[in-house]
């Protein structure tokens, strides 16, 4: 995935925005004002910090040693970093982000919920 791809599938999700809190550098993707996907897309190699079921973070570190690690500066029980440079299937890394962005929806009040899903 090139980071023009990565951009572009992060703002394709409801509501998706991209802001710059930490600098131009740092693109941050967000959700009703919650960040589910945090990257340097100029940065080599190509890394995001998702957000993942505690769980499930455990499971892929262990499943793609090197590839997907605790999130760098980030809560390492709730957030992974992910290598995107093409070791890991586009598919994978597109689900990951997915479940990222599903994984904030879920903790936002009911009311902002209901706000996505109105057209």
Same mark, same amino acid.
Not at 39 to 50: E, H, I, K, Q
Not at 60 to 83: A, D, F, Q, S, Y
Not at 85 to 110: C, M, Q
């Given at each position: 995935?090139?980071?023009?791809? !990565?951009? =572009? ?6 509501? =998706?925005?991209?802001?710059f809190?930490?600098?131009?550098? /740092? ?5 009703l004002? %919650? ?7 100029? =940065? ?12 499930? =973070?455990?499971?892929l ?7 997907i @690690? ?11 970093? @992910?290598? @995107? ?8 890394? %597109?689900?990951? /982000? ?6 904030? @929806?879920?903790?936002?009040? %009911?009311?902002e %919920?209901?706000? !996505?899903?109105?057209?």
């Amino acid at each position: 995935m090139t980071p023009k791809g !990565l951009r =572009a599938f992060c703002l394709s999700f409801n509501a =998706a925005v991209e802001d710059f809190p930490f600098g131009p550098e /740092i693109s941050v993707f967000k959700v009703l004002g %919650r960040m589910f996907a945090l990257t340097g897309l100029d =940065a080599r190699p190509l890394t995001v910090n998702l957000k993942c079921d505690p769980e499930d =973070a455990v499971r892929l570190r262990g499943e793609h040693e090197g590839l997907i @690690v605790p999130g760098w500066h980030m809560n390492k029980r709730h957030w992974n970093t @992910v290598t @995107v440079d093409g070791a890991l299937p586009d598919r994978l890394v %597109r689900e990951l /982000i997915e479940d990222s962005y599903d994984l904030v @929806v879920a903790g936002l009040p %009911r009311a902002e %919920r209901l706000r !996505l899903d109105r057209p």
